[in-house]
């Protein structure tokens, strides 16, 4: 395979071993990236720690080699990823707070890398700003069905935990740190780590060989994994709890094929003051109970159901959600959404509900 302008994508074998990085593609990224006077760095929308992970280590090895270079996100990450962000908050853009701003950084750039999405449309509003700027761009992710033909330069792997160990694996093959990561920036390897960490749960999910020894390595490296942890999971405020309680004791229903799934009206969310990444993770405990094959979390917005699926070996949560929430992802882990006024015509929560039950009969009954 190859990018937009005939250079070689990136591909490793399957089932997680690494088989090394194309090096001359790397140099090529190098390269470009030593030739670019502006660098913008983009991630998808709403992002979550793997794309705030993989953004910020990019970013920091990049400023470290003393290039100019911001990333530029659609909306605001999470209060609860603040701490990731750290001194390089002022290096990040957000298009919904200052639009003229970051169309003008976007335009000014003359080269994009794109992070953990696998096309412009995942960058919602920047989306057109990134297709009309003629420049070259480079795609560095690990969901199925990356836009290759948009890109100059792709490094697309999708059995793998996260963009952050892809990203980490790639800045291994580069002379810079001739894969020893004690060479790599220590708040870029401190970013990767937490980027994997949270695609992976904590490693309970997506993870393989390679995700291991890129934990090893890094701690080998000196890096505080427990205090990237206490960051991560320690830091909750009070009624994140308070509302998982009553999820799952009021709320949550466990149909006969094994589907257990909650519903967040905005309602509930205001009760609780329910701030944005503060429900991260709740869709994984109903995979605790014995018989629950798969677990969805709905969450209402204004037009719209988010929708996050989660799922044990054996079922597909990306194939559930392309089929029927408008979405995709990876095999255990995946995410969409239900139009209001389309896919439930009424917008109501006891529509959704009944919209899921019946799908997801429908899904599994050919199992």
Do not use: Q, W
Request: a negative charge; aromatic letters at 6%.
């Amino acid at each position: 395979m190859t990018g937009r302008a005939g250079t070689p994508s990136y591909r490793t074998a399957r089932h997680g071993f690494m088989t090394g990085i194309d090096k001359s593609s790397v140099a090529l990224m190098l390269e470009m990236a030593s030739k670019a006077s502006g660098i913008t760095v983009v991630t998808h929308t709403r992002p979550d720690g793997d794309a705030m992970g993989s953004s910020l280590g990019l970013l920091r090895f990049l400023t470290a080699a003393g290039k100019d270079a911001v990333i530029v996100l659609n909306d605001r990450y999470p209060d609860s990823l603040s701490f990731m962000a750290g001194e390089d908050a002022e290096s990040i853009l957000v298009y919904e707070d200052e639009p003229e701003k970051t169309a003008g950084t976007v335009r000014k750039s003359d080269l994009v890398f794109c992070l953990d999405m696998n096309s412009f449309g995942r960058a919602e509003k920047l989306e057109g700003l990134l297709r009309e700027k003629d420049c070259p761009k480079i795609l560095i992710d690990h969901h199925l069905n990356p836009d290759t033909g948009s890109f100059d330069l792709v490094f697309s792997k999708t059995d793998i935990s996260s963009t952050s160990e892809l990203l980490y694996h790639i800045l291994m093959a580069a002379p810079e740190t001739g894969g020893d990561a004690r060479r790599l920036p220590v708040k870029c390897a401190e970013a990767l780590l937490t980027g994997m960490t949270t695609d992976t749960n904590n490693f309970s999910n997506s993870v393989f060989p390679s995700t291991f020894r890129m934990a090893s390595d890094l701690l080998g490296a000196g890096i505080d994994r427990n205090a990237i942890v206490a960051a991560l999971y320690c830091n909750y405020r009070e009624n994140r709890y308070r509302l998982t309680g009553r999820l799952l004791y009021e709320n949550m229903v466990i149909t006969a094929e094994g589907v257990a799934y909650m519903i967040l009206d905005k309602a509930m969310a205001a009760e609780y003051d329910i701030r944005e990444g503060e429900t991260e993770g709740i869709v994984n405990i109903p995979l605790g109970i014995k018989n629950v094959r798969m677990s969805i979390l709905l969450k209402e917005d204004e037009d719209r159901f988010r929708v996050s699926v989660r799922s044990k070996e054996g079922v597909s949560a990306n194939r559930c959600a392309s089929m029927y929430f408008n979405g995709g992802g990876h095999e255990l882990a995946a995410g969409g959404k239900l139009l209001k006024g389309k896919d439930i015509p009424d917008g109501t929560v006891r529509e959704a509900a009944e919209y899921v039950e019946t799908r997801t009969r429908e899904f599994l009954g050919g199992k």
